[in-house]
T-cell receptor
Framework: AQSVTQPDIHITVSEGASLELRCNYS??????LFWYVQSPGQGLQLLLK??????LVQGIKGFEAEFKRSQSSFNLRKPSVHWSDAAEYFC???????????FGTGTQLKVEL | DGGITQSPKYLFRKEGQNVTLSCEQN?????MYWYRQDPGQGLRLIYY???????QKGDIAEGYSVSREKKESFPLTVTSAQKNPTAFYLC????????????FGSGTRLTVV
């Protein structure tokens, strides 16, 4: 079965600093990969997705992610973090039929002012 | 505006009682999903449905039941057989093929008292 690993449970960055959230997947073929963001007590919002083609994917809110097959990674980046980016971030991969998403355990981002 | 609505936002249940969580979407999506979220465990799939009157178990279906009588609706019943029902429940919808990625509702927090 496909799986997703987010090795960082918590990350703290200063406002204005750059951000990179790590995501590693296990899957033999080219995976369909996603990043979602969740504010406290809310649902998840799709930031970006990768299916094929250009390995650098642009998303909403100034986020981008790079698919690296050789490293089985799909890390999320932002050049300059804003205080409003504080939230929990989930990486996900499509698993099997039925368009089912398998999620990582999430990374909680804290932004220091 | 199209979207997915979960109700209620907060729900309290006494031990031994069944409770039903509502999920309605007007996005014309064929597929609908129920996830359970617990701190540090990410999202785990409970049930999903790709078509009316059909649904499949996810990874943690024990103690839960669903129905899909209408395309727009996918209610989840948490039965008394669910040993640890206190959690945040998220409903999502999406297309079965093509444009992967879900739209999420804002969630229902269930507390057993």
């Amino acid at each position: 079965a496909q799986s997703v690993t987010q090795p960082d449970i918590h990350i703290t960055v200063s406002e204005g600093a750059s951000l990179e959230l790590r995501c590693n997947y296990s899957y033999g073929a080219t995976p369909y990969l996603f990043w979602y963001v969740q504010s406290p007590g809310q649902g998840l919002q799709l930031l970006l997705k990768y299916f094929s083609g250009d390995t650098l994917v642009q998303g909403i809110k100034g986020f981008e992610a790079e698919f690296k097959r050789s490293q089985s990674s799909f890390n999320l980046r932002k050049p300059s973090v804003h205080w409003s980016d504080a939230a929990e971030y989930f990486c996900a991969v499509v698993q099997g039929g039925g368009n089912k998403l398998t999620f990582g355990t999430g990374t909680q981002l804290k932004v220091e002012l | 505006d199209g979207g997915i609505t979960q109700s209620p936002k907060y729900l309290f249940r006494k031990e031994g009682q069944n409770v039903t969580l509502s999920c309605e979407q007007n996005l014309n999506h064929d597929a609908m999903y129920w996830y359970r979220q617990d701190p540090g465990q990410g999202l785990r799939l409970i049930y999903y449905s790709q078509i009316v009157n059909d649904f499949q178990k996810g990874d943690i279906a024990e103690g839960y039941s669903v129905s899909r009588e209408k395309k727009e609706s996918f209610p989840l019943t948490v039965t008394s057989a669910q040993k640890n029902p206190t959690a945040f429940y998220l409903c999502a919808s999406g297309k079965v093929t093509g444009n992967y990625g879900y739209t999420f509702g804002s969630g229902t927090r269930l507390t057993v008292v």
